[in-house]
């Protein structure tokens, strides 16, 4: 079992940067992709990035490319989400992943998630 906790989230202006971090205890992390998903209420959860065991591969939502940055540190057992240009459209629970075989497979481990509201 591998247990994700998120960090991070708080309430921020529209144009100001956040860093979400994940640290993953038990299990295999460092062999496992990781990624991050959001959800507004009501709307399905959405992928916004992932990233390969290794951190060579990455994949980023439409929504966030160019602006969101994921990366990772295997010695931490850790997993980063770096969020520029935030929109109000971000706000969202994010939630920290681990695990899958594929972007849009099933991810078994999932973090409680952090609150990221983002004002105009």
């Known amino acids: 079992q591998i247990q994700p906790v998120e960090s991070g989230g708080r309430l921020v202006q529209a144009g100001e940067s956040l860093r979400l971090s994940c640290a993953a205890s038990g299990g295999r992390f460092k062999d496992s992709a990781a990624g991050w998903f959001r959800q507004v209420p009501g709307k399905v959860h959405e992928l916004v990035a992932g990233?390969?065991?290794?951190?060579?591969?990455?994949y980023y939502a439409d929504s966030v490319k160019g602006r969101f940055t994921i990366s990772r540190d295997n010695v931490k057992n850790s997993v980063y989400l770096q969020m520029n240009s935030l929109k109000v459209e971000d706000t969202a629970v994010y939630y920290c992943?681990?695990?899958?075989?594929?972007?849009?497979?099933?991810?078994?481990?999932w973090g409680q998630g952090t609150q990221v509201t983002v004002s105009s």
């Open positions: 990233i390969s065991w290794d951190g060579e591969m990455t």
């Open positions: 992943v681990v695990g899958a075989s594929s972007w849009q497979g099933s991810w078994p481990y």
